[in-house]
């Protein structure tokens, strides 16, 4: 199998990295988180990355998982705040699987030019990472609207969000709801993540939602849920792959033009085989990348096994990578001034989106195909 990217993504790859070295460099957002100012949200729109995962039947630009996987690594190099994943990926392939109605229309035209940003509630404290079993419950009512009361914790991008996507229990059954968060009854907690990523806790006290809001899926709210959470873990392992190759670039360089007994670094026989090391660990978590993504197309199983293998495996490969990193810089490393310890941030949350280490281990044995005796 040919893993090179095609000439179309090459340039798409450098546009895109042209765009988050100097839009999104680390000094910028180090600016931001200190002195506040406005995100590069609408940017991403007007550069048509909002609309990569949104069909064409629905206005957007409906592109491979490939394409969005290297828009998703070049932001992961330069540390991006922008929460392009949770806010922009996933809610666009869950509303992309639902059946059309007006509201879900709009939502996705909407979403795909930036006019607004659609927010997706699934993790609570109770459940943990089970999220087909969600112990927020929706209540019917008699004139057919839901009354929903609850908590949802780590939204990511939620302060921003005018609609929330929430995973609800009704009748029994893993539900989605649609809602608005300007509604009375939604309350919002905003904080940053251990990766200065923006998120919220979101509690709903007695929310009414229209039965119109309340999702449905032609296969299915489980197997439509999964599929979307798929593809954004694939983008995960992307965005981490991507900082994941900036840390090696950048120890690669600081070992040339660091010193020592009067000679690089780099001359050291023992580092160079550390930063091999972490080089063919890389290449390793590419090439699972590259599988994960073409499995998404699979069936369920083969798609499980594939998906949950790549976040695994990219996840255990980013915290000894990066750890070496850090530990090849010195005491500039550990530094919040410096990045490359930040890259270890993101990847210990990002290991935690979507299902830790533990759960799709299980997951991916789980999947396995039984042996008939």
């Known amino acids: 199998m040919d893993f090179r990217p095609s000439v179309e993504q090459e340039m798409l790859r450098e546009s895109a990295r042209r765009f988050v070295t100097t839009e999104q460099s680390f000094e910028k957002r180090q600016r931001r988180l200190r002195d506040g100012g406005a995100d590069d949200w609408a940017q991403f729109a007007e550069l048509g990355w909002l609309a990569m995962a949104v069909g064409e039947a629905d ?61 997706v509630a699934l993790l ?68 940053r993540t251990l990766d200065d990523v923006d998120a919220v806790d979101c509690r709903f006290c ?36 991507g900082g994941m190759a900036r840390a090696v670039e950048m120890t690669a ?27 063919v660990e890389l290449s390793d978590c590419r090439a699972m990348l590259c599988h994960a993504l073409g499995a998404l197309s699979l069936d369920e199983s083969s798609r499980r096994r594939a998906v949950s293998g790549c976040k695994v495996k990219v996840m255990e490969a980013a915290k000894e990578v990066l750890g070496m990193a850090i530990h090849l810089h010195g005491g500039i490393g550990v530094t919040s001034e410096y990045p490359v310890g930040h890259y270890l941030r993101r990847a210990l949350v990002a290991e935690r989106q979507y299902g830790d280490n533990e759960f799709h281990l299980q997951a991916y044995l789980d999947a396995q195909p039984r042996s008939v005796a």
């Open 59 to 119: 206005g957007g630009l409906g592109s491979e998982p490939t394409d969005i996987a290297l828009i998703c690594e070049e932001l992961g190099r330069e540390l991006s705040l922008e929460p392009f994943i949770a806010a922009g990926v996933l809610p666009a392939r869950i509303l992309g699987r639902a059946e059309r109605s007006e509201l879900v229309e709009s939502l996705l035209t909407e979403l795909s030019y930036g006019g607004l940003r659609v927010g």
């Open 206 to 241: 007695d929310v009414s939602v229209p039965g119109g809001q309340l999702l449905a899926f032609a296969s299915g709210t489980a197997a439509s849920l999964e599929q979307a959470l798929d593809e954004a873990r694939v983008c995960l392992c992307a965005d981490v792959i």
């Open 124 to 191: 609570e404290r109770e459940s943990r990472y089970q999220l087909l079993q969600p112990c927020l419950e929706a209540v019917r009512q008699v004139d057919g609207t839901l009354r929903l009361s609850g908590s949802k914790i780590l939204v990511a991008g939620g302060s921003s969000a005018d609609w929330l996507i929430v995973s609800a229990r009704l009748d029994g059954e893993c539900v989605l709801l649609l809602v608005e968060t300007a509604q009375a009854g939604v309350e919002r907690s905003s904080y």
């Open 253 to 279: 360089e600081y070992l040339k033009i660091r010193s020592q007994f009067g000679k690089p670094l780099a001359d050291f026989q023992a580092l160079q085989h550390a930063v091999a090391e972490m080089f």
